[in-house]
């Protein structure tokens, strides 16, 4: 018989008492009209930024392209060394790159904005009790569905508390948020 804990509960409460910095979980619950709305505008936002990034790099690359094509337009200011060309293949890069990235994220968002009501969709918590530069986090509880949220954790509830952490009853709740709230003030 192994001492693995069984439930997400457990799981999370044997993390917690070990003394990880580093700790996940997941709750389902339906997306609200709110964060609906919220990944709308993202999207959007989303979708331009990708739009003008593809814009700037077309007007950055303009130069070269001409060269390539004396006929149809005429170049400004041809690339003449190889420092020229490994700038232009740097920003073909960096621009490319950028605009993937945001359409990565606009993808992401349009999955939440599209989610069924009445579907629960999984929330990613994390409890960081040191600020990390390998997860970019600083201390504290985040919440990650669509974009990363850093709930206030000091003005929780007992039903904020619930609604965040692995299903248990209202004690082991109390209990183990009065850990997390230790682990996070260093005591």
């Known amino acids: 018989m192994s ?9 999370l409460l044997h993390a917690v008492q070990s003394n ?47 060269y390539f094509l004396p006929r ?13 060309w490994l700038l232009a293949l740097f920003w073909l890069f960096f621009y490319t790159a950028l605009s993937l990235n945001f359409f990565i994220m606009f993808k992401h968002q349009r999955k939440i904005a599209n989610h069924p009501t009445e579907q629960s969709c999984p929330i990613t918590y994390t409890l960081q009790t040191k600020a990390s530069f390998r997860y970019f986090l600083d201390k504290g509880i985040f919440a990650s569905r669509g974009m990363n949220l850093h709930p ?14 692995p ?20 005591q």
């Open 3 to 11: 001492n693995t804990p069984d439930t997400p509960f457990a799981e």
């Open 20 to 66: 990880a910095t580093h700790i996940t979980w997941q709750k389902s619950s339906p997306i609200s009209d709110r964060e609906r709305g919220d990944a709308k505008k993202a999207m959007k936002r989303f979708l331009l930024i990708t739009f003008l990034t593809l814009l700037m790099l077309i007007d950055k690359m303009s130069n070269y392209f001409c």
């Open 72 to 84: 149809v337009c005429s170049p400004r200011n041809p690339p003449q060394s190889l420092a020229d």
């Open 152 to 165: 206030d954790w000091q003005n929780f509830t007992a039903t904020d508390w619930a609604e965040i952490l």
């Open 167 to 186: 299903t248990a009853t209202l004690n082991e709740v109390q209990q183990l948020s009065q850990m997390i709230i230790q682990r996070l003030n260093n």
